[in-house]
Structure formats: C-alpha cells, structure tokens
C-alpha cells in the first residue's frame, strides 16, 4: 500500500512541475515602457532634471544679488539723506587739513558743495595727501582749467544762483566762477527773500560769451574750490548789473576789491529807489 502512495505522490508532482513550465514559457516578456520611452531615469531624463536644478540655482543667484543690491542701495541712500539733512555749510573746505579727508565726504549731487568745478574731486585747492580718486573725464581741477593769463573769454554753461556760474573755457574745460564783490540771496538749503529773483535775473543776463577777469587785490580760488573773478558781456558788468537793478547786494570779503566804488554806487541808489528785491527784502549780507 505505501508503494502505491508514493508513485502517486511523485505522479502528481511532476504533473504540477510540467502545468507550471507550460504557463511560463507561453508568457511573452512584459515590454519595458520606461526603457523604450527614456524612462523616468533614462539618460534624456537626468539631463532634463539638472538643468531644471540648474535653472533655479541661476534664478535663486540672480534674486540672492538683486537683494543685496538693493539693500545696498537703500543703505547709501540713507547715509546721504542723513548727511544731507545737515544744515547747509557746515562742512565745508576749511573744515578739512587735506584733500583725502575732503574727499571722503564728497557726496553725490555735492550738497556741501565741495566740488567747486565739478571734476569729481573735493576741495582740489587742499594740500595732500590726496585722494587717488581721478578727475572726471572732459573736466579737471580749478587750477589745471584755467588759462595763466587773469583774463580770458568763456561761455557760460548754466546758473548755479545770483553770483555763482559754469563756464566752459576755450580748451573746453569747465570752470565755476564766483562772482567777486556781489553777494545774493540763497536758493540751497533754504531759499532767502530774493534769492529766486537773483537766479533768475542772473539767467536773464548770463548767456553766449563774456570775459573773465581776476583782481589781484583778492584771493584767487575760495575755499569750495572756485575762482573768484568779474564777469562781463561785452561792456556789461554782470556784479554791477545785478546790483543796480535791486537783486544783489555789495560784499566785501577780508580785502576792499578793485571795484568797489562803482559797486557801492550803485547799490545806494538800487536801495534808495526800492529797486528789485529791495522793495520787500533786505538783501544786505547777514
């Protein structure tokens, strides 16, 4: 009986072993999508995921350097409203024992106006050590600017106020010229009576070519770096015209100027007859 038992036992067996071959092998192989259409990990896919990580490493940089540029621009644009804010001519280049300390607070627009011929250095008349900062292109120092002759012709470039102006210079340099023996009403920092009316009468008569001339009797630059001088066009005395018609006042700095007289003249009799800014200001200098 147990002969019996185990043939069929071993029958069985083999029966299941042969149904099991049968089933396989009449299986086709299952096609590999991924492999066919590059797959998640094929090559084409790898190459696509880093550039993508590249892209928004790029896109995360530029963003990253956006930031610090305008942190950086927000932190500049405090620090010159703070020194702005200052009341004007409280730094000015007598405040400074060389021009490398000057320039340190030279600031854009020159609210202390330490760049008298705007060439980009500060206080250029100060003894070095100086800056290594270099002049700005097409412009250059007071000093470097001017002819060597005391008179000389120019044109002006624009009206800074009543008594201060921009010439460009026959080898196309540009000069400020303070007027020698005027003094008008402010317009920066606070605009005084008159002083408006000064910068326009001044734009009014200050046009095309004049001619500059120095007084040996006064200092030749001033302490914001710009050349003192007289101003005419043609036979017109731009100081003394401004004085006669009531929008400037006589000023003596240190030392009575060549011209004094005929300035003074004329300033009593702008004053006398409420002339100009005269009939509601008193331009006499504070």
Known sequence: MSGYLVAGLIAAALALTGCGESSNSGDSPRPNKDAANGGQFGPGSKAKAKA????????????????????????????????????????????????????????????????????????SSLPCPCSKAKPKKGSGAVTAALPKAEKFRARVESVTDGDTLDLITASGREVTIRLIGIDTPEVYGGVECGGRAASAAMGRIATGSVTVRTDPTQDRIDRYGRLLAYINKGTLDLGR??????????????????????????????????????????LAPG
Request: glycine share 8%; aromatic share 8%.
């Open 52 to 123: 993508r990580l590249q892209a928004r490493a790029r896109a995360r940089s530029r963003a990253r350097q956006r930031a610090r540029a305008k942190r950086a621009r927000k932190r500049k644009a405090g620090k010159v409203n703070r020194l702005a804010a200052r009341p004007p001519g409280d730094v000015d280049c007598g405040d400074f024992s060389n021009q490398a300390q000057a320039q340190k607070r030279l600031l854009r627009g020159d609210p202390y106006g330490l760049d008298g011929d705007g060439d980009g250095l500060a206080c």
């Open 241 to 282: 015209a401004m004085i006669a018609r009531g929008f400037a006042s006589t000023y003596v700095y240190d030392r009575v100027f060549l011209r004094y007289p005929a300035y003074n003249r004329s300033e009593q009799a702008a004053k006398s007859s409420d002339r100009g800014s005269w009939d509601h200001c008193n």
